[in-house]
């Protein structure tokens, strides 16, 4: 969830320059308040960029929280095993391809473990990345027990309806299906505000969904978690999309 902002991040960051300065403060709140789509429907806007590059400036100025036991220097044992990496987020993150296959693991120990400053300069020094998108790629993988049951967890899929299947299969290259179907089987159950959870009932979230995804699975993962904060938003953003 997007809760919090580290303004220290925005200067480092080149993709904010492109926001009015007098804008971001604006823009802050959106994403503190859970307001995702929105926050990234007015920063694409005001700064030309794609939908996937807005995503990333958004979550690299992200301050998610670190584990209790955790000390200054972002060393530290994951309070009560909480802290855990999602091994399908790292298989969809774009800077995460950049590290060779063989050194993943010894980077998920490292981040589950939270010892911080250790597996940042370890991706860093693999990736060839400077030093706060080391830090984002490391937290955009990161994620605590219960958002991994709301995500992968099988007993709260429910299946798409044959017209969500149908543009899922339309939208999404062979290799990439069997991903995206659980993402959006996922997208459904821990909903708020619906009534109806049948895959009928979910068509049109779900539906939308897709249409913000383009058939891109990292943009897939962005839109079921904001369909989770609010699928009003996603509603609205896919209404905006282009025909």
Partial sequence: ?????????????????????AERESLIELIKRGSS?????????????GLADCWRAIEAVLDRPRPPSADSTGQGAAAGGELRVSPELVSWDERWQRIPAAHHAE???????????????R??????????????????VVTDASELSNTDGPARRIPLSPANLERLRGLFAPDSRDDAIRMVEACGADLPLVADR??????RIRGAVLTVSKGDRLLLRRAVRAAHDDWRNVLWEADDEPR
């Fill in 198 to 203: 049948s895959p009928g009932g979910l068509e």
């Fill in 107 to 121: 980077l998920v120990a490292s981040i589950e473990r939270a010892s911080w400053a250790e597996a940042r300069e």
């Fill in 1 to 21: 969830m997007f809760d919090r902002v580290d303004r220290s991040r925005i200067p480092r960051e080149p993709r904010w320059s492109r926001i009015p300065a």
């Fill in 37 to 49: 789509v929105e926050a990234m429907k007015r920063f694409r806007a005001r700064s030309g960029l």
């Fill in 123 to 140: 991706f860093r020094t693999l990736s060839g990345l400077p030093d706060h998108e080391a830090q984002a790629a490391i937290e955009a």
